[in-house]
């Protein structure tokens, strides 16, 4: 485990108290954990979905590899965009 220190302002400290009393979280490492997933799994499916977008207009058999790289391309900036590591 990796342990990381963070600042909140009083009003989001206490927020934060109430969501780890009131959703059932053991600790707040629990609580910031939950929401990284959550964010992770909102990302894959938002790649998911893109993809799915693209491979609907695709035409049929193989790509050529310069759409193909493209389509790389254009996911790293997003990721970039996005802070992801590539």
Do not use: C
Not at 37 to 43: A, E, I, L, M, S
Not at 46 to 64: C, W, Y
Request: glycine content about 4%; proline content about 5%; cysteine-free.
């Amino acid at each position: 485990m990796k342990t990381r220190s963070i600042s909140l302002a009083p009003e989001l400290d206490r927020f934060v108290d109430q969501e780890v009393h009131e959703g059932g979280y053991n600790n707040v490492s629990a609580y910031f954990a939950d929401l990284v997933r959550q964010r992770r799994q909102r990302q894959i499916e938002a790649d998911l979905a893109f993809l799915e977008r693209k491979m609907a207009n695709a035409p049929g058999g193989p790509e050529p590899e310069a759409a193909i790289v493209s389509a790389v391309k254009d996911v790293r900036r997003k990721m970039k965009r996005e802070h992801w590591a590539a």
